[in-house]
């Protein structure tokens, strides 16, 4: 079944889109490894909280606007990102998509699959798997999530992009949470978003070193990241990430 109607160009943006014309992706061509849309932007959250990522992990490729962006903020990082349909990696060349080399790769392979049994892979994973049927049933599973945590190394996190609006919402949040040891906060965003930030072993660094990689951060890649970490700290559920309790 096809699940992208096509890629579609004006003078200023290429934007992919689902069957039912819901926009999945958009790229200006001004500033191509920008991200345009805020969830994008909130996944990007955990970068004042992950010193110097090695290997960052990305399931679902559309548009490619996350790997483009971790492509060229982290240098000295792998990035791989596993997309099941040949169909959107078809599209690589027209999103500016940078073919595979010695520190980027996609891999066309059902994420699910791909994180089965592996160990210690990566620092970072950020799962954006929805296609136009809305998460597959594969990437919301308690065993996937599990393969998840056992998949980051140590000090990993997983960073979630649930559609608030989706029937099951609820329940894959409580998933995470439950797989994660309670160790997870959450973004809101204005589209009905909620970015979900959970954390294998968390040893945090001082808040105001993070704030101040935070102001960095929105130096370098105009991303709203001191907003962002203030979202998490008030996030609904959090009991433990810079709450003011000493964790023992």
């Known amino acids: 079944r096809v699940l992208f109607r096509s890629a579609l160009e004006t003078r200023q943006t290429i934007t992919l889109q689902f069957n039912h ?3 999945q992706s958009v790229m200006r061509k001004s500033d191509p490894f920008a991200l345009e849309f805020e969830y994008t932007q909130a996944m990007m959250s955990f970068m004042p909280l992950v010193e110097e990522p090695q290997h960052i992990l990305l399931i679902g490729l559309g548009g490619g606007s996350l790997s483009k962006f971790c492509y060229k903020h982290y240098p000295d990082s792998l990035v791989t990102t596993v997309e099941i349909s040949r169909e959107v990696i078809a599209y690589r060349d027209k999103f500016m998509i ?3 080399n010695q520190r980027f790769k996609i891999i066309e392979a059902d994420g699910a699959v791909y994180l089965r049994n592996k160990t210690d892979l990566c620092d970072v994973i950020l799962l954006d798997g929805y296609n136009g049927d809305g998460l597959p049933d594969v990437l919301s599973t308690e065993t996937f999530y599990q393969d998840c945590y056992r998949a980051l190394r140590p000090q ?5 992009n ?5 029937a099951q919402f609820r329940r894959n949040l409580a ?3 439950t797989c994660f ?3 997870t906060v959450t973004i809101k965003c204005q589209s009905g978003n909620e970015i979900v930030l959970a954390f294998k072993q968390p040893m945090l660094p001082e808040f105001d070193e993070v704030w101040k990689k935070a102001l960095l951060f929105q130096q370098q890649t105009r991303l709203n990241l001191p907003q962002f970490l203030e979202d998490m700290v008030f996030s609904l559920r959090n009991n433990w990430f810079y709450s003011g309790r000493a964790e023992n």
Request: glycine content about 4%.
């Open 156 to 160: 990993g996190i997983l960073v979630v």
């Open 181 to 183: 040891d309670k160790k």
């Open 175 to 177: 998933r995470i949470h």
């Open 21 to 23: 014309n819901a926009l």
């Open 98 to 100: 940078p073919a595979n």
């Open 162 to 166: 649930l559609w608030r609006k989706d």
